[in-house]
């Protein structure tokens, strides 16, 4: 009878292991978060913009960067982790900028919040993680 229990006691003890083992694969393997972003000059109508990078500073440095090549005054417009972004350019250089979980969410959001400062809005940038 106690080797039946110890037998129990063990094929319990190894099925346990196993089920952390498994959960725990299962969440190492889990792909790490994107982020990306846009960044916008008021001043010289410029835009840079960035995408699958792996923390929100490094996607908001390369936007800045791609945007600087192009004019001065760049300021992030907005970011996203694991999701789309927008940018929405209207009279003036008025713009709104927004997030979404799709390309579609983003750019309603982003073209209403262009709206929120000028007319004429309609969409400069869009950019989607892969995530």
């Known amino acids: 009878?106690?080797?039946?229990?110890?037998?129990?006691?063990?094929?319990?003890?190894?099925?346990?292991?196993?089920?952390?083992?498994?959960?725990?694969?299962?969440?190492?393997?889990?792909?790490?978060?994107?982020?990306?972003?846009?960044?916008?000059?008021?001043d010289t109508d410029s835009h840079g913009w960035s995408y699958d990078y792996p923390t929100r500073g490094e996607a908001e440095a390369r936007a800045m960067v791609e945007c600087a090549q192009h004019g001065r005054g760049c300021k992030i417009a907005t970011w996203c982790k694991n999701a789309c972004c927008a940018l929405a350019v209207g009279r003036g250089n008025g713009w709104g900028a927004d997030w979404g979980r799709s390309k579609d969410e983003a750019q309603r959001l982003a073209v209403r919040r262009c709206h929120t400062n000028t007319s004429n809005c309609s969409v400069r940038r869009w950019?989607?993680?892969?995530?």
């Not at 037998?7 to 982020?35: C, E, K, R, W, Y």
């Not at 950019?127 to 995530?131: K, L, Q, W």
């Open 127 to 131: 950019v989607c993680t892969s995530r």
């Open 1 to 42: 009878m106690w080797a039946k229990l110890k037998l129990f006691q063990h094929s319990t003890f190894v099925i346990f292991m196993f089920a952390v083992a498994l959960v725990a694969g299962n969440t190492a393997t889990q792909a790490a978060d994107n982020f990306a972003a846009i960044a916008y000059s008021q």
